[in-house]
């Protein structure tokens, strides 16, 4: 955006400037929400997370006042992802907790295997990864909006990395879910499906 003589502050064209950023991302997210429901399935590959986990959240992190502590168990089961989708939901959810922590504190990342089954039978192996903040928490009434589209609490917020969040793990047959006490932090928890009886891993 080009700075005129028009006699707006300076602070206001640095607003204004950060605003047309956050509209272009918004249009960006909105593409890709558009495009989930068709994934693109030739992009995916089997990935053990540990490493692009790790390297995500501290680049998300890097500079910040918020200190990631990791809790990941060895040798978790691999995952069949598309490691841009997946990265995107790891950054989305990371800069949720350094929002929620803008003086700092510790955000606990966790990795592990569980058994999970969605219609209450016989569990099925899958990866849990945990991310905890040191935040303010989301009152009770929020709770049940965090993951709608443009639903947001935040000023300058566009509502929809929860809601993109949401897509892409379900579209990769996963489950997200937030658990959040006001003045004790937040809990986003992801359960993504675990690939039996295959070696090959990357990453």
């Known amino acids: 955006m080009k700075k005129s003589g028009s006699g707006i502050s300076e602070k206001s064209m640095e ?15 909105v593409r890709k929400l558009r495009e989930l429901p068709r994934p693109n399935l030739s992009k995916r590959r089997i ?14 992190l890097n500079g910040s006042p918020v200190r990631p502590v990791f809790e990941i ?9 598309d490691e841009g989708e997946i990265t995107q939901v790891f950054q989305n959810l990371t800069i949720n907790a350094l929002q929620a922590m803008p003086e700092g504190g510790n955000f606990f990342v ?18 849990q990864i945990g991310f905890t903040d040191q935040g303010r928490g989301i009152p009770q009434e929020n709770l049940g909006r965090i993951f709608d589209p443009y639903f947001t609490t935040k000023l300058g917020g566009s509502g929809l990395g929860l809601s993109s969040s949401r897509a892409i793990v379900r579209s990769h047959g996963g ?12 809990t986003l928890t992801i359960l993504l499906p675990a690939v039996g009886g295959m070696n090959s891993t990357v990453g």
């Open 15 to 29: 607003r204004l400037d950060q605003a047309e950023i956050a509209v272009m991302r918004a249009q960006e997210i």
């Open 47 to 60: 990935y053990t997370i540990e490493k692009l986990l790790r390297e995500t959240v501290l680049f998300a």
């Open 73 to 81: 168990e060895p040798d978790l089961p691999p995952v069949e992802i």
């Open 110 to 127: 966790s990795a592990r295997r569980v058994s999970f089954n969605a219609d209450g039978g016989g569990g099925k192996p899958h990866l």
């Open 175 to 186: 489950w997200i879910d937030v658990a959040s006490r006001w003045g004790e932090g937040t």
